[in-house]
């Protein structure tokens, strides 16, 4: 009886470990990417302004979505050297992402820069860095390029992926990461997508006019994506998201899909979760500075940075006739590094007192609520204002109100603009083997004037 039980006591360890080791390695490779991921966080939390830690989940960026540093400026995040095209590659093709920042200051810095892969929730994935790039781990940016201006000097940063370092393995969300090679903190972090091109999609948006309720007409995208052959149970394994206007952190899950074709799969967004379709956006434009600008009040060019009083931006009432707005969500600061900063006066005129704290918000702020970007009231021109340091360029902006931790984004927009609309529609697939979003399709639509 001993000996027999000896006999069968390895052939029960070897079939063991030859069935369950796979799946239990997998287990704790992904435990331990959650504990790096917490350790970045922990890194990134150092580098964060009491503001930054404070301010609550927003619809406007992801959760891993920041700029720490205040000397960080006119960031862009692009494809293609397209500065308006959104950031979202094809994998295996020629496709490049370019980023682009400037640094304020004299001192020459150096930078790290690193990629993080995340599921379709913005979760950290269970890849280990080697599975999502070959080649280098960190990337160094060179000191820069510095400015002509001196009122403030800064230095011009900027790199393209992937490249002869490094090169990106498998599709989905990902992060790109920027540290200060110094002090190894985190200065920024932004999103961008690449994506498998398997199958095809085609997407069109309904228009409905202003529900009774808010008066604001909506935008339902609705899609259909046909299936590649090596989906197996796709009601099972496909997800869809759907994001207005780059705001990632917006995307929305349609409810509403039918799987009844064997090829395809139709999905949208219901009515009672749809888009705003008159979402609406301020805009600026200015390069070379003078009062022959018609948005220019006053300029101050003896000042350092040089002071810009705009005309009153009106709540709820268009800035600009033809509703057009800037389609990138970094704004198109200039490149050249002739280019200078202002210091841009905003004045808001409104009826009444605004119920909550009013906030400017815009491609120059990130899109991420500041204090030092919050309005004070003026009682010598009865008017709401604050400033902001900014490159010449195009951008687009909004007055915001902070009601308890939640924003308020539309209460400041005119009613019945007819202003453009983006719409990204990004079509997932989960991974049974290596436990990640993979990334198979994207289409962009756009709808209104």
Known sequence: MYLKD??????????????????????FLFFLMQSCSSIQTGDRERGLSADQKNTPVNLFNV????????????VQLYSNNNPESPPILELNSNDKLQLHFDHLGFSSKQFIVTFSHHNKDWSVSSLAPGNITDGLRRIYLDTGKVSSSSRPLYRSYSATFPNEQISFLKSGNYMIRV????????????????????????????????????????????????IPDFVEQPMFNLSFRIAQNRFWARAKTPEETDFSSPESVTFEIEQDNAFTADYFFYSLSFQNISLDNPRVIDFFPEEVPPRVLLRDDAANMANFPNGQIPS???????????????NIVFSLETENEPE??????GDFTGWAIKSENRLAYDAETDRWKTSALIKEGDYKYKYVLMDNDKIDDLFYDPLFERTKQEYQVFVYLQDKNEFYDRLLQVNTVTAGS
């Open 6 to 27: 000896t006999t069968i006591f390895p052939d029960f360890i070897f079939n063991f470990s030859r069935r369950y080791l796979p799946v239990l390695a997998a287990i």
């Open 356 to 361: 909550a704290p009013l906030y400017l918000v």
């Open 179 to 226: 540290e200060d090679a110094d002090t190894g903190f985190l200065v920024m972090a932004l999103p961008f997508f690449i994506f498998e091109n398997e199958g095809s999609i085609e997407s069109s948006v309904d228009f409905i006019q202003s529900p009774r309720q808010n008066l604001r007409s909506v935008h339902r995208p609705v899609s259909r994506y046909n």
């Open 63 to 74: 959760s891993a979505q920041l700029i720490t540093v205040d000397e960080i400026k006119s």
């Open 328 to 342: 990138s969500a970094f704004g198109l600061p200039e490149n050249d590094i002739d280019s200078e900063y202002m």
